[in-house]
């Protein structure tokens, strides 16, 4: 049974990675930037490193999923946190498949209300610790992002307009070195010295030769995305594993090991089921540019960064969507894909009932086969 309830919470960090990797690099493949395969391993490698240092920076966010939602009075079995595991799966598996991006934050919360309203009734909730230290902070969170990008497009589409044309240049240059012996004879001896320029992209081409060139702005949009992508599974990576502790299956002593198997799943749904919500994010929602990418990533990596120094349990679906949305509008009405959008928050507002309904259902049948 044990062994079951892991693989299941394996499951559920395969298809949160699957479906929340696009969050981070939706921007990279919309602006033309990078293609859909390399954004995929570069998420996958920023996921996995989140994941892991999520054992050591987001205790906070542990605590809240683990004891923070329903009644410490209730004698859970191991067939709750096998009940959430099969409800977050079914419903984020379900929402990827569709390309449809949501939030697994919103879907944990409604597969553990889902048991407990089933089989325990609602006063075994703690409707104001969820209010307050979840809910809230998930309702606020896409309008924070959708405001801070319609607000600062215009500023920051000129600037990075301006810096565009600056670029880091690298290129190795031959040394030569002179010694001189005790008998007088001298020998010389040349070595290869690495050089690095901060210019614009002609004065690079023109002073020194061949060159490594990246585009400011470019590194900027990669270094964001990664910022991203890490920020997501340090604040998804402790809400997950927590489902594995909310019943006395597992100790506290497996928690490294948990971790470690979450990440490494996380990785791997990132770059294997990635795809489809990252070309709805990146190409359905509006059209962008470089400088468009840059400024909806860096709102939202301010953002979830932001939320994980706190513990507040923000869902970077809402923030990235928000972002984009909020960039989109501001840079264009019309071309935003409003049908879409209207399809996304149906999605969201109906995560969270459909989660607990597949939840309490499976709650239900585990109970029934015992």
């Known amino acids: 049974m044990d062994s079951t309830l892991l693989l299941l919470v394996l499951i559920m960090a395969f298809y949160n990675g699957a479906n929340d990797v696009s969050k981070g690099v939706a921007t990279l493949c919309g602006s033309g930037l990078s293609a859909y395969r ?4 570069w998420g996958a490698v920023w996921t996995v490193a989140g994941a892991i240092t999520a054992f050591f920076l987001a205790s906070g966010l542990f605590k809240v999923f683990s004891n923070g939602i329903v009644s410490a009075d209730l004698d859970l079995t191991v067939n709750f946190p096998m009940a959430v595991a099969i409800g977050v799966s079914t419903w984020v598996l379900f929402a990827t498949k569709a390309g449809m991006p949501v939030s697994t934050t919103h879907s944990i919360i409604g597969s553990v209300c889902g048991p407990v309203l089933f089989s325990f009734g609602p006063s075994m909730i703690l409707w104001g610790s969820l209010g307050y230290k979840i809910l809230i902070p998930l309702i606020l969170s896409p309008v924070v992002a959708f405001l801070i990008a319609a ?9 990075l307009s301006r810096s565009s044309r600056y670029c880091l240049c690298v290129e190795t240059r031959e040394n030569v070195c002179c010694d001189t012996s005790g ?3 001298a020998a010389a001896y040349s070595s290869q010295v690495p050089l690095a320029k901060a210019g614009t992209v002609k004065d690079c081409a023109e ?3 061949s060159f490594l060139g990246m ?3 470019d590194m900027i949009h990669w270094i964001s995305s990664a910022l991203i992508t890490f920020a997501r599974a340090l604040n998804d990576t402790p809400k997950i594993v927590a489902v594995l502790f909310a019943s006395a ?3 506290e002593g497996y928690l490294r090991f948990v971790f470690l198997l979450t990440a490494l799943l996380m990785g791997l749904g990132s770059f294997l089921g990635g795809a489809r919500v990252t070309e709805t994010l990146a190409n359905k929602i509006t059209v962008m540019d470089r400088h468009d990418g840059v400024i909806a990533n860096l709102c939202t990596a301010f953002l979830v960064v932001f939320a994980s120094k706190f513990g507040m349990p923000v869902s ?3 923030v990235s969507s928000g972002s984009i949305i909020g960039m989109g509008l501001r840079r264009s009405y019309s071309m935003v894909n409003k ?3 209207c399809e996304m928050l149906l999605a969201w507002i109906i995560t969270l009932p459909a989660a607990g309904a597949l939840s309490g259902l499976a709650y239900i049948a585990l109970n029934k086969l015992a």
Do not use: E, W
């Not at 390399?38 to 391993?41: E, F």
């Open 38 to 41: 390399g954004a995929l391993i």
């Open 151 to 159: 607000v600062i497009y215009k500023r920051g589409y000129g600037l």
């Open 183 to 185: 008998d007088g004879q």
């Open 207 to 209: 002073d020194m030769g």
């Open 215 to 217: 585009d400011l702005n």
């Open 249 to 251: 299956a597992f100790g």
């Open 316 to 318: 970077t679906t809402h």
């Open 339 to 341: 049908k879409l959008i």
